[in-house]
């Protein structure tokens, strides 16, 4: 009886046969790198490089807001040029590692399904960690709608708000949650606890000081409310806010002091006005 003496060599060429290997395409990979940072490189062959970038990336937006980059409108306006350059350099970079890759063994990875996978869950983990910026980035952004802070802030402008900023003081324009949960307050503190607080001819007087940071216009002032009101004892944990448009303001003189711990943060810069001048501009 025989036996074949060509085996292993055979099962060889069969395992040849069965493996797969395929040219990259560049503009694939550049679309790619475009909508997933490093789906592109593993697309092109360089998987180890695609999941360092992708993780890379996510590391700087949570070190960015942990260091309250995104509640800074210089230090926004530096991510989003930084983040061009550096999507610029992927889409490039993974298209020149796909012109190269003209004989490419196909891995468990390179399946279409696990691409569709990460396009839909990485965009999803994007919008989760935005949905949640003010916990996990440190910053929100709101839009204002009335009037009761001019001049500091006009009706239109959107203020950035630093959300990590835990203890109001005096002087500082704050948001914080209003009666009605889908939209907040934006004012100007005016005292906090332990603190005593009247408005004698307009001025405010806190601990029998006027307080040059809280003077507003005169004609911001010109309604009864806005240039006396009683002396008030502000209680321990909370705060007490006015508009800088006094006339205009429905604020604490009305309803009363805020908890500390409804504050949700203390705004830093406009970010977007109608009035061009004005973006950019440090919320004081």
Request: glycine fraction near 8%; hydrophobic fraction near 45%.
């Amino acid at each position: 009886m025989g036996f074949p003496l060509h085996s292993k060599p055979a099962e060889n060429d069969e395992k040849r046969r069965r493996t797969v290997k395929k040219k990259r395409n560049a503009w694939i990979a550049g679309i790619a790198s475009f909508f997933v940072p490093g789906l592109g490189h593993v697309y092109a062959g360089a998987p180890w490089a695609g999941w360092l970038i992708l993780s890379g990336f996510v590391t700087a937006l949570l070190i960015s807001g942990v260091f309250g980059v995104f509640s800074t409108f210089y230090g926004l306006a530096a991510f989003v040029l930084i983040s061009l350059l550096f999507y610029v350099t992927l889409i490039i970079s993974s298209v020149r590692s796909a012109r190269r890759n003209n004989n490419y063994e196909l891995r468990w990875f390179n399946r279409w399904y696990w691409y569709v996978a990460v396009l839909i869950l990485v965009p999803v983990g994007f919008q989760l960690l935005f949905a949640y910026r003010g916990l996990v980035l440190g910053y929100e952004t709101f839009h204002i709608p009335s009037g009761s802070m001019v001049p500091t802030l006009e009706v239109g402008d959107v203020i950035a708000v630093n959300t990590r900023y835990r203890e109001a003081v005096v002087g500082d324009v704050v948001v914080f949650p209003s009666l009605d949960p889908k939209s907040s307050y934006v004012a100007r503190v005016a005292a906090v606890g332990g603190n005593s607080l009247t408005i004698e001819n307009g001025a405010v007087i806190v601990n029998g000081v006027a307080q040059a940071q809280l003077a507003v216009p005169s004609s911001n002032r010109m309604r009864e409310f806005s240039v006396t009101m009683p002396v008030r004892q502000i209680p321990q944990g909370e705060f007490f806010v006015l508009g800088d448009w006094r006339d205009n303001s429905n604020d604490s003189r009305f309803w009363g002091t805020v908890p500390m711990d409804n504050l949700i943060g203390k705004v830093t810069y406009i970010w977007f006005s109608d009035d061009l001048e004005r973006i950019g501009t440090y919320v004081r």
